[in-house]
């Protein structure tokens, strides 16, 4: 069997974390998947396959790619469709969305939240493709994320589609999505506060009210040059935090994988932006 081990290949503690978590996934489905008495000659490791998997996020663009690799190790020419077939296999099982979910996700020891939206640019991508408002000639994936005032992403999900056309498809508003990222976000009675604050951009002025935890969420965005009613210092010092979630719209797109899709369904390139997200977490943390 091929023994790659992590340590080997990294010394960052992050990494190596992130690893760890998601092996902890797959053992878990190894264990409830033991339903034959049946004995397989296993070649190659889990960890060989995440490894492969890992390089993908930035050093390839193509799986075919992967026999450049020094770690590649088979005398197969299809062999890089195996290690595949396996990323594909573990994100059908939601391996590495559970891994993201799972870390931390319960806590909230703040009251304060973070929304903001993000374009990815499409290259192969033919699911949840819609037209970029900016730039018409170019097609996009939106994703809608939320995060606490440390950058910690406590939810990251693909817009849905509004509307469906032969040439081009469009999203749903954003204020649309602040329901979903809610649902998304797993948390205990952490915060001792009477209502949550969620901050966000001039896109999410809304009437509609949100709640959290049995408790109400005051959105605060900037306002308006011809608004009546106009921030208060408070409100206008609690904005200036918004950065940080535009912070980490920068870092996750420091994957080539996630600056431009390249995944045909929407559920491999979730898989990758699962894994970066996790990724980023843990940075926070350790």
Do not use: C
Not at 8 to 14: A, G, I, Q, S
Not at 37 to 51: A, C, G, H, P, Q
Not at 64 to 91: G, V
Not at 128 to 154: C, Q
Request: glycine letters at 2%; a positive charge.
């Amino acid at each position: 069997m091929n023994s790659i081990k992590i340590s080997e290949l990294t010394n960052d503690k992050f990494i190596i974390k992130m690893f760890e978590l998601i092996l902890i996934e797959i053992n878990k489905i190894n264990k409830t998947n033991k339903k034959t008495k049946r004995v397989y000659k296993i070649t190659y490791s889990n960890e060989y396959y995440l490894i492969m998997i890992y390089y993908m996020l930035n050093n390839v663009n193509q799986w075919s790619f992967l026999k450049e690799l020094k770690l590649y190790e088979s005398t197969f020419a299809n062999h890089y469709k195996t290690i595949y077939n396996k990323f594909r296999l573990w994100t059908s099982l939601n391996v590495f969305k559970n891994a993201f979910e799972n870390y931390k996700q319960n806590l909230i020891t703040t009251n304060l939240l973070l929304i903001d939206a993000t374009s990815i640019n499409n290259k192969y991508g033919s699911e949840n493709i819609v037209i970029n408002v900016e730039y018409k000639k170019k097609k996009i994936t939106k994703l809608s994320l939320l995060t606490n005032p440390n950058g910690f992403i406590k939810s990251i999900i693909p817009f849905d589609i509004k509307t469906i056309m032969p040439s081009y498809s469009t999203s749903v508003h954003d204020v649309k999505m602040i329901k979903k990222n809610l649902i998304n976000v797993k948390n205990g009675n952490n915060n001792k506060g009477n209502y949550y604050i969620l901050l966000a951009d001039k896109a999410y002025k809304t009437q509609e009210k949100f709640t959290l935890n049995d408790k109400p969420i005051k959105i605060i965005t900037p306002s308006k040059k011809n608004a009546i009613k106009k921030n208060n210092k408070k409100e206008n010092k609690k904005l200036k935090k918004r950065t940080m979630v535009e912070n980490v719209n920068m870092e996750i797109k420091k994957y080539e994988r996630i600056l431009v899709r390249k995944d045909r369904k929407l559920k491999y390139f979730m898989a990758f932006v699962h894994i970066v997200s996790l990724i980023n977490n843990i940075k926070l943390t350790i």
